[in-house]
């Protein structure tokens, strides 16, 4: 079963079986919990992904020069060895030259250095105006006691006129409670 799946049916089930670990992951209001001061962003209340619905955040790029851009999460605590359930909603309207949809997640250390990026791409040429699901099973590598995720988009065909832009909704990052390190 894929993560998605399995965190909708954990989210939808009425009962709280595992904690989304992202502060303000569903943007229903706004976008706080959210930064990056490389790109624009706004709260987006007409549109969103399939789990929370209306409320999304829109990410414009700075820049068309081919590049990644996004929105970086609030530091959330993890565990080392733990695995994590990940996932989030994205669309690239029509309008814009975004290619791709991306996140990662960063893991650091106690003195706060980056010890390792796991990433869930969608590769290039996803459908216009269309909520795109991602979903990956990562496990915090070894001295790790705190991560970020980065929603990022890529942006289209260097030269172009507009900037890139696209939506983000329904990010989710939870920890694994029943295999937590094997059988344990």
Known sequence: MHAFLMILLLLGSGQVLAQNLLANGDFS??????????????????????????GSMQVTGSQNNNGVFGMNSNTFLVQAGYWYLTAGSFKTPASSVSERGLYFIEWFDSSEQMIQRDSVDSGYGVADDVWLDLDGYLQAPPLAVSAIMRLMLQSGIPGQVNLPFGLWDDAVVMQETVFTDGFD
């Open 29 to 54: 209001t706004d976008i706080s919990g959210w930064s990056n001061a490389f790109v624009t962003a706004e709260w987006i209340s007409s549109d969103g992904g399939p789990i929370s619905g209306n």
